[in-house]
């Protein structure tokens, strides 16, 4: 069984910052690409920003310059250091990670349960 498990969202006001992290437990043979998508109320859920095993990024273009995402292979953690954020951020962050078992060839997709990010004065 694989978990994902969020943490470090909460209420912010306009302008401040962040830190989300997600822990990939499990066994499991490796992590892929991870990434982490938002959901806002009466909204589809979107990509946030992803990040491949040795380090490639991509960001959606409404958080291009503010947000960062990293990881720590050794730790099966995928970050996601979210600056100067704007009311518009407000959402429920969900981690996804593609994990691959000993003996498979194909990666298969988990999702965290997400976690709540607030943003309001």
């Known amino acids: 069984q694989v978990q994902l498990v969020e943490s470090g969202g909460g209420l912010v006001q306009p302008g401040g910052s962040l830190r989300l992290s997600c822990v990939t437990s499990g066994s499991f043979f490796s992590i892929g690409a991870m990434g982490w998508y938002r959901q806002a109320p009466g909204k589809q859920r979107e990509l946030v920003a992803t990040?491949?095993?040795?380090?490639?990024?991509n960001y959606a273009d409404s958080v291009k310059g503010r947000f960062t995402i990293s990881r720590d292979n050794a730790k099966n953690t995928v970050y996601l250091q979210m600056n100067s954020l704007k009311p518009e951020d407000t959402a429920v962050y969900y981690c996804?990670?593609?994990?691959?078992?000993?003996?498979?060839?194909?990666?298969?997709?988990?999702w965290g349960q997400g976690t709540q990010v607030t943003v309001s004065s």
């Open positions: 990040i491949t095993r040795s380090g490639g990024t």
């Open positions: 996804n990670a593609y994990v691959k078992f000993l003996g498979e060839s194909l990666y298969r997709e988990y």
